[in-house]
């Protein structure tokens, strides 16, 4: 209880704090084509709470407004707009996530839980591989069709309820109301382009370096979202195939499953290695710095699921397969199982930040 308040009282500070800045930052204008946030924050002239956890979740962290601004340290006023926004947008995750103490327990040692549930479910999957069925090819040999749809199914549909929840309350909290058809068409090509992370002007953001614009994190976003749709894809065409039209696994690789798994693992991979490369080489000051290691062990996760997919697709028919398998399993579960606590929970709040924001209400 006492922790609770405790936790209470910071999220309040932070907010008081990113609402400071952005009264300054409304009465500068200056990054005002920089991102959806500024021109968000410039139609009002005074912010509740509910407003500075909407502009949180507009912001992309992509610093661009730091690097421009005459007001960071050591200048009186201290601002650090991309630093305050990270903290109050991790933290409204953690505050609509359902159930909440998961995702305070995510935040707080994610890396650490990640690791631990990927190895204990491959263990998990390599034990269930002795329940070997009698017939069935490919990875069906090794682990039975039915026990990896009756655990993938419930483990796929209970993190989208979860999510759906968390949207909910977020949606209720910024006061969101009901949006037309144009305005989810305007917000998915935002979401598609990432117009926000070109910096306003297209060449990109300093993410990385504070002289440099790059397009880096821009293209790295988009080859994770790409690389996650398209293995989506090639899962869902291969529920069709099994089901619908009674053609089981395995696939060869001019078949659908294929055409969008592989080119799809290949770019989640590269996307994935990005992103941590930039990670690294990033200021933690300009973002939320108490979950900087849960959101790099997310990013390596999702790493290892795309990776973990390509080795056991290149090493099919091989002793190989039946520890590549239980450990690809393992990640798999592991990541949708942590993926409403993680930052994967980021792509859907944005996405309703940026329909609230497209709606104008
Ligand atoms: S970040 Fe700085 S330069 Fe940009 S609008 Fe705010 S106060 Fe002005
Ligand atoms: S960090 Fe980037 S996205 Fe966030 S407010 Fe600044 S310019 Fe906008």
Redesign the pocket.
């Given at each position: 209880m006492f922790e609770q308040s405790q936790m209470e009282r910071k999220a309040a500070a932070r907010i008081d704090e990113a609402r400071r800045?952005i009264e300054?930052?409304n009465a500068?204008?200056?990054?005002?084509g920089y991102c959806s946030v500024?021109p968000a924050i410039m139609r009002q002239r005074s912010f509740a709470d509910a407003d500075v956890t909407q502009f949180a979740n507009l912001c992309h962290n992509c610093r661009g407004?730091?690097y421009?601004?005459?007001?960071t340290e050591p200048h009186e006023?201290d601002?650090n707009?991309p630093g305050i926004l990270a903290e109050v947008r991790t933290e409204s995750w953690e505050r609509f996530a359902w159930p909440s103490p998961l995702a305070r327990l995510f935040q707080r040692s994610g890396t650490a839980l990640a690791v631990a549930l990927m190895l204990g479910f491959a263990v998990l999957f390599w034990a269930a591989q002795t329940l070997r069925p009698e017939s069935g090819e490919g990875f069906y040999a090794v682990m039975s069709h039915g026990l990896m749809v009756s655990v993938f199914m419930p483990a796929f549909l209970l993190p989208l309820l979860a999510l759906f929840v968390s949207l909910r309350r977020y949606w209720r909290h910024v006061g969101g109301q009901g949006v037309g058809r144009s305005q989810i068409r305007q917000a998915l090509s935002r979401a598609a382009y990432m117009k926000d992370l070109s910096g306003g002007q297209g060449q990109g953001c300093n993410f990385e370096d504070e002289d440099r614009f790059s397009n880096a994190r821009r293209y790295a976003h988009q080859a994770v979202v790409w690389g996650v749709f398209m293995c989506f894809g090639s899962t869902i065409s291969g529920t069709i195939m099994h089901y619908v039209f009674d053609w089981p696994a395995p696939y060869g690789l001019l078949s659908l499953p294929k055409l969008l798994g592989v080119p799809g693992g290949l770019l989640l991979t590269a996307g994935c290695l990005e992103l941590a490369r930039l990670k690294l080489k990033a200021e933690p000051a300009l973002g939320a710095r108490r979950v900087w290691a849960g959101e790099m062990g997310f990013v390596l996760l999702l790493g290892f699921v795309s990776l973990s997919g390509l080795l056991l697709y290149a090493s099919a028919g091989t002793a190989a397969v039946a520890v590549l398998l239980p450990l690809h399993l393992g990640a798999v579960l592991t990541f949708f199982l942590l993926m409403p606590y993680t930052k994967m929970a980021h792509g859907f709040f944005r996405l309703a930040a940026l329909i609230k924001d497209a709606a104008g209400n």
């Amino acid at each position: 209880m006492f922790e609770q308040s405790q936790m209470e009282r910071k999220a309040a500070a932070r907010i008081d704090e990113a609402r400071r800045q952005i009264e300054i930052c409304n009465a500068c204008r200056y990054c005002e084509g920089y991102c959806s946030v500024f021109p968000a924050i410039m139609r009002q002239r005074s912010f509740a709470d509910a407003d500075v956890t909407q502009f949180a979740n507009l912001c992309h962290n992509c610093r661009g407004c730091y690097y421009a601004c005459q007001y960071t340290e050591p200048h009186e006023f201290d601002l650090n707009l991309p630093g305050i926004l990270a903290e109050v947008r991790t933290e409204s995750w953690e505050r609509f996530a359902w159930p909440s103490p998961l995702a305070r327990l995510f935040q707080r040692s994610g890396t650490a839980l990640a690791v631990a549930l990927m190895l204990g479910f491959a263990v998990l999957f390599w034990a269930a591989q002795t329940l070997r069925p009698e017939s069935g090819e490919g990875f069906y040999a090794v682990m039975s069709h039915g026990l990896m749809v009756s655990v993938f199914m419930p483990a796929f549909l209970l993190p989208l309820l979860a999510l759906f929840v968390s949207l909910r309350r977020y949606w209720r909290h910024v006061g969101g109301q009901g949006v037309g058809r144009s305005q989810i068409r305007q917000a998915l090509s935002r979401a598609a382009y990432m117009k926000d992370l070109s910096g306003g002007q297209g060449q990109g953001c300093n993410f990385e370096d504070e002289d440099r614009f790059s397009n880096a994190r821009r293209y790295a976003h988009q080859a994770v979202v790409w690389g996650v749709f398209m293995c989506f894809g090639s899962t869902i065409s291969g529920t069709i195939m099994h089901y619908v039209f009674d053609w089981p696994a395995p696939y060869g690789l001019l078949s659908l499953p294929k055409l969008l798994g592989v080119p799809g693992g290949l770019l989640l991979t590269a996307g994935c290695l990005e992103l941590a490369r930039l990670k690294l080489k990033a200021e933690p000051a300009l973002g939320a710095r108490r979950v900087w290691a849960g959101e790099m062990g997310f990013v390596l996760l999702l790493g290892f699921v795309s990776l973990s997919g390509l080795l056991l697709y290149a090493s099919a028919g091989t002793a190989a397969v039946a520890v590549l398998l239980p450990l690809h399993l393992g990640a798999v579960l592991t990541f949708f199982l942590l993926m409403p606590y993680t930052k994967m929970a980021h792509g859907f709040f944005r996405l309703a930040a940026l329909i609230k924001d497209a709606a104008g209400n």
